[in-house]
């Protein structure tokens, strides 16, 4: 398996959610019936398997999720869970400068999200956000992109 940096993975799945809903047409129930099975809850646990955190992750490959960094941060053990179902998790690859984090999952058969060319971001287009914030379980909301930036090597950051 070639890792792919989480970060490219994050714009990739902005772009590919963004493209799908505009280019398909989709309306925001249809868009979030396609999407909803690639986004799982995270939930961290410390050494005496007490809860501490949870945050929101998303199938990018067979068995690999990307979730932020500092969800796993200050956890010893965490799963995949969604509805009534848990997986046992482990990081694959840390990408703290830009707090993402790709997790692997033996066994799990969730289906990845199609991921876009990032060049087809743009100021001004319309997105979605699939999560699971404050303890809620798989929500949906709407934005634009309000900005793009570049790194010096004119590459998105």
Same mark, same amino acid.
């Given at each position: ?22 280019a398909q047409g989709l309306a925001p129930d249809i868009l979030f019936e396609k999407v ?20 929101? &992750?998303?199938?990018?490959?067979? %068995?690999?999720? +990307? #979730?932020?960094?500092?969800? *796993? ?10 509805d009534n179902v848990s997986y046992g998790a482990t990081l694959e690859f840390p990408d ?32 979605? &956000?699939?999560?699971?914030?404050? %303890?809620?379980? +798989? #929500?949906?909301?709407?934005? *634009? ?13």
């Amino acid at each position: 398996m070639t890792f792919v940096s989480p970060r490219f993975v994050a714009l990739m799945l902005l772009a590919t959610i963004s493209a799908t809903a505009q280019a398909q047409g989709l309306a925001p129930d249809i868009l979030f019936e396609k999407v909803s099975p690639s986004v799982w809850v995270v939930q961290t646990s410390d050494a005496q398997g007490r809860p501490v955190g949870r945050g929101s &992750a998303v199938v990018t490959a067979p %068995g690999r999720l +990307v #979730t932020n960094c500092h969800v *796993l941060a200050k956890s010893n053990s965490f799963v995949v869970k969604r509805d009534n179902v848990s997986y046992g998790a482990t990081l694959e690859f840390p990408d703290p400068e830009r707090d993402l984090c790709q997790i692997k999952v033996a066994n799990f058969t969730a289906p990845a999200v199609e991921l876009a060319d990032i060049n087809k971001l743009g100021v001004g287009a319309k997105v979605y &956000a699939i999560g699971n914030p404050r %303890g809620l379980e +798989v #929500t949906l909301s709407d934005g *634009l992109i309000s900005g793009l930036r570049k790194t010096d090597k004119d590459e998105l950051e």
